[in-house]
């Protein structure tokens, strides 16, 4: 079925019928009605390349996220759909399983298919670049690769690591350990920037002591945490840099019988549905990600708009701590 196909059912011009169904331009609503009805009987799918050769905007953006295992990349893609479906647009979204490669190979499939910008939550500089250098307008949300003629929407890490080790500081806790799994992004770096600031400012050493970095790697960690634990058995409590990281932690801290959190507290940089399932629930900083994609989604159209130009907005969202029943004071 083409266009003109559409325009004949409907007694219309093409150029009417198209612009019914782009929502551009006026169409009378009972002719814009009745045009998208010939176009369902018809079973019409517009060619998407053919708009966009003709110098229109091919409705499609591009999202870029790391693991969609996790749900915390779930919740900024949904984020990031609500805001951009409002506006006409289609999101194609691509897992680049926190590989800098795919990553780069899904920014020239976004460019192959002339997508009208794309989001991404950069593992690296080189999808950022290469967007950037075709004139891709961009939006890093999560992590910034430093790359220039970009927007970015963050979260205040380091504030929100904080928040978390100031509270189990002001219940009376002072061996105090964290446990994260990357610090190569600055989403890492700063949470544990984070950790140490708090222990300094209450006058406590913020080294290497008490810290484990799993690092980054497909294995679940649960050997290396088993170690770290028996190793510091003076800690009375946890700071887990992330959900990923917190489940490990709260599942291992349950295996061994160990009681939260009479003998170890436990709060979560991240706030999932589980963390107030479980018993206790548990004492997390609470990430607007939700927003952060809807905000995201929001200065790439102001970029569009632009054609890909103008000044660069970097916008830094601020957590806040949910109190939970996982954090107590230490005995003693």
Request: charged share 25%; proline share 3%.
């Amino acid at each position: 079925m083409t266009l003109r196909d559409v325009a004949e059912a409907a007694g219309t011009s093409p150029s009417t019928a198209s612009r019914a169904l782009a929502g551009t331009g006026y169409v009378a609503e009972h002719i814009r009605e009745r045009v998208r009805a010939a176009a369902d009987h018809l079973g019409y799918v517009p060619d998407v390349s053919a708009r966009t050769l003709k110098g229109r905007s091919s409705g499609v953006i591009g999202l870029l996220v790391s693991d969609l295992r996790n749900q915390f990349y779930a919740e900024l893609a949904a984020g990031v759909e609500h805001a951009l479906s409002a506006k006409g647009y289609q999101v194609v979204l691509v897992d680049d399983h926190g590989s800098a490669e795919r990553a780069e190979g899904a920014a020239r499939a976004f460019l192959a298919m002339r997508a009208d910008g794309v989001l991404l939550a950069p593992v690296g500089r080189e999808a950022t670049a290469l967007l950037v250098e075709h004139g891709m307008p961009v939006t890093e949300v999560d992590r910034r690769s430093g790359v220039r003629g970009c927007d970015v929407v963050t979260i205040d890490n380091e504030a929100g690591a904080r928040a978390a080790v100031d509270h189990l500081l002001g219940l009376g806790h002072r061996s105090i350990g964290v446990v994260i799994d990357e610090t190569v992004w600055d989403t890492g770096r700063d949470r544990l920037r984070g950790y140490r600031a708090a222990l300094r400012a209450a006058g406590l050493a913020g080294g290497r002591r008490h810290v484990l970095d799993l690092g980054r790697c497909d294995r679940p960690g649960r050997e290396e945490l088993a170690r770290f634990l028996d190793a510091e058995t003076s800690l009375t409590a946890v700071f887990a840099a992330n959900n990923v990281v917190a489940e490990l932690v709260w599942l291992e801290l349950k295996r061994r019988g160990v009681r939260v959190p009479e003998e170890c507290s436990l709060v979560s940089f991240d706030d999932l549905p589980w963390m107030r399932m479980v018993e206790p629930s548990v004492t997390a900083v609470r990430q607007p990600v939700f927003a952060m994609g809807e905000r995201a989604a929001g200065l790439l159209l102001a970029r569009v708009r632009r054609g890909g130009g103008g000044r660069s907005h970097s916008d830094v969202l601020q957590p806040d701590l949910v109190i939970r029943r996982s954090t107590t004071a230490p005995k003693g």
